[in-house]
């Protein structure tokens, strides 16, 4: 601890050894906005639903590194895709979020956002979760946990079941995600580099015609 | 606030104006004086303060501007005008000693001799009112007297919402404003009795019946409003009755039915809360927090219902490209509240340039939403009086209300590096915000834009 002294005051660039990126993806109203809070901040609130992408930063130690993830967190509406498509760029962690209350919640990650990944993820290694949300609603269930194992195989991704209500799990999502994305080499190194800031730093790519008098 | 400005302006003398632009040097001088105005206006952006500043403006072309925007200039310095705008004068009178430098011509010299003058002309009749502006009785009597016409001049009325509008008269003067009532009154009860029955009809027609009659297009799009409405303005009580949110719902699909090249877009949903709550207003007493829907007949809730529906469908008629694939118009104003702030604060802009902080990565929202997510939910109403004084013209005037709302905080910004950026800007520290605060974002959109429009060519689009 003592030896950090380069630690800046600035809270969220405080010292690390390790930052990554992770985008959190899913339909809408799956709880991929209360899964984050719950990580971030321990509360359980009531959240509107998000409008283009919202961001967050999370400092842990996980398998004794101390990490900095900066979290995308996406809206889920089809819409907004068009805009949220630009920050599959240089993630090196992929959340799919499901409700296991909603069975089209789940359809969708293999119809749509498997493929969303695919066309705009520019990371061939980047590690995958699927996490099923809502666990508490136990009553309600109608995606089952194997279905979800099933998938997950199918996908190459992790998987976990989780609440971000009771914070079941909420924690381990992204801790499992993370040590994973430790055990990649290629992921480990960009974590590390030197350009780590660049890696957030990314570049619309989307920017709509129009012009200006400058551009 | 803006009122405050144009009293000012109303207090300069004749001859002051026309030694200012005497015709024979007029359209020589305007453009020189623009631009030195615009470089005076970026040093004092820093300071940020108010209606001295908007004297500049107003100053360079004053036939212009007093004529067309104040048919009511003569006077009305209310006693709350005169205490919000006292306020104001002081950190105005700071940045314009900050700024008397070389850059300070004798145009503000004088201009500011003006401005003390009728400061002290308004201490006279200071009361420590603040924000309250809206209520006060002169405006409420040209408010009343424009409202009880056989016919309202709706640019009359534009003039005088665009300062804000006192609550119990909101419901009338938004409904007139959308050109939802029409502004003969033998007319409007019948209309507005015409409207109501038919947006009972499209209920009956399209929300009131199976699934089975429904595309599946159509169903997951109710699906999402469905999902949606529980957690619309989630930190307001009201609206989490369920009675609430069945109206809320069935507005959206309503309108996401009759709207097919868009449907419904999440953030609309945010759109119709102020409109819900204005009219509400007419049926229920007291805070928001305490209403109850119970309290209304199905025929009240149904009329509300209407009037919410076919407001927001006035609304985002002058937007629609907001809501269609890929979002061309809220792409198109985010890009041109970029151009906008580079031309104002250029030390902002680069920061935030080399930071690698792109525009949309927290404008989408304040678009997409119209600013409702970033403001408390209570000074809502209150911005919504400006947006729709503004009419056709407001999705231009909106970049400069964003572009004022962000360099609310430019000095913070500079400081700020990438990621703190990006999480200050998505969550602004507007919690405490008063009208106050609000109406100094709106002056200062209205300094800027009366600024730029003089020179298009800045913000070619």
């Known amino acids: 601890m003592a030896s950090t002294g380069l630690s800046s005051s600035n809270s969220s660039s405080s010292s690390y050894d390790l930052s990554f990126k992770i985008l959190l993806i899913g339909d809408s109203g799956?709880?991929?906005?209360?899964?984050?809070?719950?990580?971030?901040?321990?509360?359980?609130?009531?959240?509107?639903?998000?409008?283009?992408?919202?961001?967050?930063?999370?400092?842990?130690?996980?398998g004794g590194k101390k990490l900095k993830l900066t979290i995308w967190d996406t809206a889920g509406q089809e819409r907004f895709r068009t805009l949220t498509s630009s920050y599959y760029r240089g993630a090196q962690g992929i959340v799919l979020v499901y409700d296991v209350t909603r069975r089209e919640t789940f359809t969708d990650l293999s119809d749509i956002w498997a493929k969303e990944v695919e066309l705009y993820s520019t990371n061939q290694d980047c590690v995958k979760m699927l996490v099923g949300n809502k666990v508490d609603k136990e009553s309600e269930r109608v995606v089952s946990k194997e279905e979800g194992m099933t998938l997950a195989e199918e996908l190459g991704s992790l998987f976990l079941e989780?609440?971000?209500?009771?914070?079941?799990?909420?924690?381990?999502?992204?801790?499992?995600?993370?040590l994973k994305i430790m055990e990649v080499p290629s992921l480990l190194e960009e974590g590390s580099a030197v350009g780590k800031r660049n890696i957030l730093k990314q570049k619309q790519v989307h920017h709509t015609s129009g012009g200006g008098c400058c551009s | 606030?803006?009122?405050?400005?144009?009293?000012?302006?109303?207090?300069?003398?004749?001859?002051?104006?026309?030694?200012?632009?005497?015709?024979?040097?007029?359209?020589?001088?305007?453009?020189?004086?623009?631009?030195?105005?615009?470089?005076?206006?970026?040093?004092?952006?820093?300071?940020?303060?108010?209606?001295?500043?908007?004297?500049?403006?107003?100053?360079?072309?004053?036939?212009?501007?007093?004529?067309?925007?104040?048919?009511?200039?003569?006077?009305?310095?209310?006693?709350?005008?005169?205490?919000?705008?006292?306020?104001?004068?002081?950190?105005?009178?700071?940045?314009?000693?900050?700024?008397?430098?070389?850059?300070?011509?004798?145009?503000?010299?004088?201009?500011?001799?003006?401005?003390?003058?009728?400061?002290?002309?308004?201490?006279?009749?200071?009361?420590?009112?603040?924000?309250?502006?809206?209520?006060?009785?002169?405006?409420?009597?040209?408010?009343?007297?424009?409202?009880?016409?056989?016919?309202?001049?709706?640019?009359?009325?534009?003039?005088?919402?665009?300062?804000?509008?006192?609550?119990?008269?909101?419901?009338?003067?938004?409904?007139?404003?959308?050109?939802y009532a029409p502004p003969n009154s033998d007319r409007r009860e019948g209309v507005l009795r015409r409207k109501r029955l038919e947006y009972l009809d499209c209920v009956a027609q399209y929300y009131d019946v199976q699934d089975t009659e429904r595309t599946d297009e159509e169903i997951n799009m109710l699906r999402q409003i469905?999902?949606?409405?529980?957690?619309?303005?989630?930190?307001?009580?009201?609206?989490?009755?369920?009675?609430?949110?069945?109206?809320?719902?069935?507005?959206?699909?309503?309108?996401?039915?009759?709207?097919?090249?868009?449907g419904y877009v999440q953030g609309i949903n945010d759109l119709a809360t102020p409109f819900l709550v204005v009219f509400l207003s007419e049926h229920l007493e007291g805070s928001v927090e305490n209403w109850s829907m119970a309290d209304l007949s199905p025929d009240q809730i149904s009329n509300v219902e209407a009037d919410c529906y076919w407001c927001l469908s006035k609304l985002l008629d002058g937007m629609q490209d907001h809501y269609t694939f890929a979002q061309p118009g809220i792409q198109r104003l985010v890009f041109k509240l970029k151009e906008l702030v580079r031309r104002i604060d250029e030390p902002v802009s680069t920061h935030m340039e080399n930071q690698g902080l792109e525009f949309l990565q927290f404008a989408f929202r304040w678009v997409n939403c119209l600013l409702i997510r970033e403001i408390p939910f209570h000074l809502v109403t209150r911005l919504w009086d400006?947006?729709?004084?503004?009419?056709?013209?407001?999705?231009?005037?909106?970049?400069?209300?964003?572009?004022?709302?962000?360099?609310?905080?430019?000095?913070?910004?500079?400081?700020?590096?990438?990621?703190?950026m990006v999480m200050f800007l998505q969550h602004l520290p507007t919690n405490n915000w008063s009208h106050l605060e609000l109406e100094m974002v709106l002056s200062q959109a209205y300094m800027w834009h009366t600024m730029f429009k003089r020179s298009p060519s800045h913000l070619v689009s």
């Open chain 1, 30 to 62: 799956v709880g991929k906005s209360s899964l984050l809070v719950t990580f971030i901040s321990n509360s359980v609130e009531d959240l509107s639903p998000t409008i283009g992408v919202d961001f967050k930063i999370k400092l842990l130690t996980v």
């Open chain 1, 162 to 178: 989780c609440s971000a209500r009771t914070r079941e799990n909420v924690e381990q999502c992204f801790e499992e995600l993370a």
């Open chain 2, 1 to 179: 606030m803006w009122e405050v400005m144009r009293s000012r302006n109303s207090s300069f003398k004749e001859e002051d104006l026309k030694k200012e632009t005497s015709p024979s040097s007029a359209s020589s001088a305007v453009d020189s004086r623009f631009n030195q105005t615009l470089r005076s206006v970026h040093g004092l952006l820093k300071g940020r303060s108010f209606p001295g500043k908007i004297l500049i403006t107003r100053r360079t072309d004053p036939q212009d501007d007093l004529i067309l925007r104040s048919p009511d200039s003569n006077r009305s310095l209310s006693d709350n005008d005169t205490g919000s705008s006292e306020r104001v004068d002081e950190s105005s009178q700071d940045g314009l000693q900050n700024r008397s430098n070389a850059s300070t011509t004798t145009s503000f010299s004088k201009m500011k001799l003006s401005t003390s003058n009728s400061e002290n002309a308004s201490r006279e009749v200071q009361k420590p009112t603040v924000g309250a502006r809206a209520t006060d009785s002169a405006r409420l009597m040209k408010f009343t007297k424009e409202l009880s016409g056989t016919t309202v001049i709706l640019d009359n009325l534009r003039e005088l919402a665009w300062s804000g509008v006192p609550p119990y008269l909101r419901p009338s003067v938004w409904r007139l404003l959308l050109g």
């Open chain 2, 226 to 262: 469905a999902v949606d409405c529980p957690r619309t303005v989630p930190d307001v009580s009201f609206f989490q009755q369920p009675e609430v949110q069945k109206s809320l719902e069935r507005i959206l699909y309503i309108w996401a039915i009759r709207h097919p090249a868009s």
């Open chain 2, 386 to 420: 400006t947006y729709l004084a503004e009419g056709d013209a407001l999705p231009e005037f909106l970049v400069y209300i964003f572009a004022s709302f962000l360099l609310t905080w430019s000095n913070k910004l500079q400081k700020l590096e990438f990621q703190d």
